[in-house]
C-alpha cells in the first residue's frame, strides 16, 4: 500500500467541515460523502465507507468537548442506540446490494427532505418567539433537567418518543447504507419537534451517531480489507487529511456553537443540505 500526499488539501477542508458539523449536530458525512463520490471520484461504498471512518474521530473529538461541558442526556441516548444500532447493522451488511446510482439518489433526495424540515421548523420556531403563551407553558412544565458544566440549567420535554425510536432505526440504516441520516432525523425530532434545547439536542445526538458509527465502519472497513489493494490505499490515502482535521474541528465546533445564534445555524445549513442534494440529483443526470 502506497501511500502519497496528494489529497492533502483535504486536512483545511476536513476543519471546516467537522467545525460545521459540530456546531450544528449534523453529520459531517452528509458533506464528505458527495465530496468524495463528485469531487475525488470514488466509488460510493469506498466513498462511505471512508466519510463513516472520519466521521467517527470527528464526532468523537466533538464528543469530548460535549461531554466535558456535561450536556449528553445519556438516559435518552442510550434509548435511541437500542434502534439506530442494529438498523446501522442491517444497512452496512445490505447495503452493498443497492446499485450505485440509487445510493446517489436516494442520498440526493434524503438531504433535500431533511433541508427542508430543518426550513420548516425554522419558520415554525419563528412564529412561535411571537407566542408569549407558549413561552411561559415551556418554562413551567417539562419532564427532564439538565445542569451543564457552566451551571446553566435547560428544562425540556421529549415528545413523541415512538416517533424518535422510528427515527432513530430509520436513520440507523441510512447511517449504515449510506453513511447520513442519523443524525440529522435526530436533530428534526429533538430540536423541531420537541423543543429540547439546541445544545443539549446537538450533544446527545452526537453521543448516538458516535456509537452507531463506530458500529457501522467496522463493518465497512472489513469489506475494505477484504479487498485490499487499490480500495484500501484510496481510503487510507484520504482519511490520513480528513482524520486529523475533522479532531480538530470536532474541538472548534462546540466553540462556535456558543457565537452562532441557533436559529441561523439552522436556517443557513437547511438550504446547504438542500442544494448539495440537488447538486448530488443533477450529477445522476
Known sequence: MELTLEFWYLLPISIVIATIAMSSGIGGAVFFSPLFMIGLGLEPNIAIGAALATELFGFGSGLQAYWKAKLIDFKLGFNLLLYSIPFAILGTVYGDLVPPIALKAIFGIGIIFIGYQLYVSWRQEEKEKLEAEHKKEFQTNYERSLTDSDGNVHNYTVCRKNMGRMFAA?????????SVGLAELQEY??????????????????????????????GHFYEFAKQGGDVMSQVVNVIIFTIPGVVIGGQLGPKLQKIIPADKMKVAISFLFILVGAFMLYTLI
Open 170 to 178: 430509520v436513520g440507523g440504516a441510512f447511517l449504515g447504507m449510506i
Open 189 to 218: 425530532h429533538l430540536v423541531a419537534k420537541c423543543k429540547v434545547p439546541t445544545r443539549v439536542a446537538v450533544a446527545t445526538s452526537i453521543f448516538v451517531v458516535v456509537v452507531t458509527v463506530l458500529i457501522a465502519s467496522v
